[in-house]
């Protein structure tokens, strides 16, 4: 689908004008940090949440490229989308290309309204970033499974209105069996008996992790999300989504906009020089994210794009909270810059490990197929 640029830099002013008019307080990490239901139902209002998903499902039918120009430009505000961003990112794009129909009817258009508000169960203490060591098991009840582990880093959880969760279903037989077969995702409700939700606080003492623990969770059949032991091919595909969208190189953009600010009050020939450098990365970046959004478009699920974003977002990320202690020092800032920095140096230690370590995603990267 390949929509013009008018009409993209026409919806780029529409989101700019709606952020004026809300008043929004920038900040970083605002995907992660900003819990506002009502702002996201505002959204949702708009269109501006599943806008690529059927018109059928409360979908928009719009590109991925113009979803890039809008959650771009939300991320750059630092507004408060952390109500509807994992389901908008990628609990709806897996249900609708692993779900069934009764899954796509019943959820779709809630998460286009703003209404559900996701959890992703997918980490353990014992594994981390290799989802094939998960251990929480799923075991067949009459009428649909039953769900026993714990779940960690799971952010919304004390917020969410569901959970998704992927568990072991089978155990591969023999040492040589292959650790990704068995798995299954489930959508679980939030509220089912048996769940227990636990706070994380973070290194400034804010409350958006968790650790979710699981006691013989009944879940219905109708709630596994794809096939039965296919989890381990579905999930690699879902975080295709969680990797490479925008927010892995522009959780830090309002610190870097305080930095330039800060730069043109006082100018110098380093700060000028550093500033320019991360300029030419984040170009680099967007490029490499308008290519994932095309090559989404197109009907793909591109894995290794999306651990080249993430792995090279991190990394920015890291470089703009260490230029703005330089930038700041040389030229001083203003309160708000100095906030922003604050929220920055408390966010950005986790960004080489949620979505998928770095280690792990320069294991994806040199074992993908490069593209002739």
Known sequence: MTVGADVLEALRREVREFVAAACVTARCDGWMRGYDPEFSRRLGERGWIG???PREYGGGGRSNVERFVVTEELLRAGAPVTAHWTADRQIGPSILRSGCEHLRSEFLPAICR?????GLGMSETEAGS?????????VRVDGGWSITGTKIWTTSAHNATHLYVLARTGEPAGADADRHAGLTEFIVDRDSPGITVRPILDLVGEHHFNE???EDVFVPDSRVLGTVGAGWKQVTE???FERGGAERFLSTYPLLAAMVRAARRVPDRGVTERVGMLAARLAGLRELC????????AGEAPVRLAAESKLLGTAFEKAVVETARYVLDVCGGDPEARRLLAEGLGAVPGASIRGGSSEVLQTIISRAEVPK
Do not use: H, N, P, Y
């Open 51 to 53: 806008m690529t998903w």
């Open 114 to 118: 703003g209404e559900l508000v996701f």
């Open 130 to 138: 290799d989802l094939a060591a998960v251990r929480t098991r799923a």
């Open 212 to 214: 979710v623990v699981f």
């Open 238 to 240: 879902q975080l295709a």
């Open 290 to 297: 308008l290519q994932l959004a095309r090559a989404i478009d």
